[in-house]
């Protein structure tokens, strides 16, 4: 079956700039996952979704930052007023929790580059 | 401190050798889980191999296994006769608190694994 996508798989925008990140997760999955992966690091948590709900977003890094899942499904990250240092990879994540240990399947990611 | 450390940055290994993968994780919950994942040039994390905390057993996965050392804080990958395609970048995870709780995995830095023909 399909996998988690992404899009745009690039995206380059300017300093200042609003955009916008969509993840669409495996078909029944109920749970979503987005992380930050800058140059040479691993994946750092942002946001976890529960259906519609954000269940724990303490990993976004400031109110620049925001996501949303209107219909439990497909999720879009969205980002104000970009910097530079937002600039990284946003990698999108799902799970259907329904056994453990509970697998968070990976999309390709989205590379963001803030001019 | 680091919730999770994995020291070796680059390791290159002949082809069908083994090779261990370090990580060491720092956590108070007595309930946790350890993920490995591998990351290919495409960018893509695949899931390799879990360990739970309280599993007594080290999980095996075909050619993957891990060395769980409950109280060294340690939980190496092992990739047995190692392949041209096992190059890659590879993490290892950590989930505090038990399963179906606190979904969030903390990440290590990696290990950039070079598999030499």
């Known amino acids: 079956g399909a996998g988690v996508s992404q899009t745009p798989s690039n995206k380059v925008t300017e300093k200042g700039k609003y955009v916008e990140l969509r993840c669409d997760p495996i078909s029944g999955h109920t749970a979503l996952y987005w992380y930050r992966q800058s140059l040479g690091q691993g994946p750092e948590f942002l946001i976890y979704?529960?259906?519609?709900?954000?269940?724990?977003d303490s990993g976004l890094p400031n109110d620049r930052f925001f996501a949303v899942r209107p219909e439990g499904s497909v999720s879009t990250l969205k980002i104000q007023r970009t910097e530079r240092g937002d600039s990284a990879v946003y990698l999108c994540?799902?799970?259907?929790?329904?056994?453990?240990?509970?697998?968070?399947?990976f999309g390709p990611g989205t590379r963001l580059t803030v001019l | 401190a680091q919730k999770i450390t994995q020291t070796q940055p680059g390791m290159f290994v002949q082809e069908k050798e083994a090779v261990t993968l370090d990580c060491t994780y720092d956590t108070s919950d007595q309930s946790y889980g350890l993920f490995w994942y591998k990351q290919p040039s495409s960018g893509e994390m695949i899931f390799l191999i879990y360990?739970?905390?309280?599993?007594?057993q080290n999980a095996t996965e075909g050619r993957y296994s891990l060395n769980f050392q409950k109280a060294r804080k340690s939980a190496n990958l092992v990739i047995s006769a190692s392949q041209l395609g096992d190059s890659a970048m590879y993490f290892c995870a950590m989930r505090e608190g038990p399963d179906f709780g606190n979904e969030k995995l903390t990440f290590g830095t990696g290990t950039r694994l070079t598999i030499i023909p």
């Open positions: 994540a799902s799970s259907n929790r329904d056994r453990s240990p509970n697998e968070q399947f």
């Open positions: 979704f529960q259906g519609t709900g954000a269940a724990d």
């Open positions: 360990q739970g905390s309280y599993d007594e």
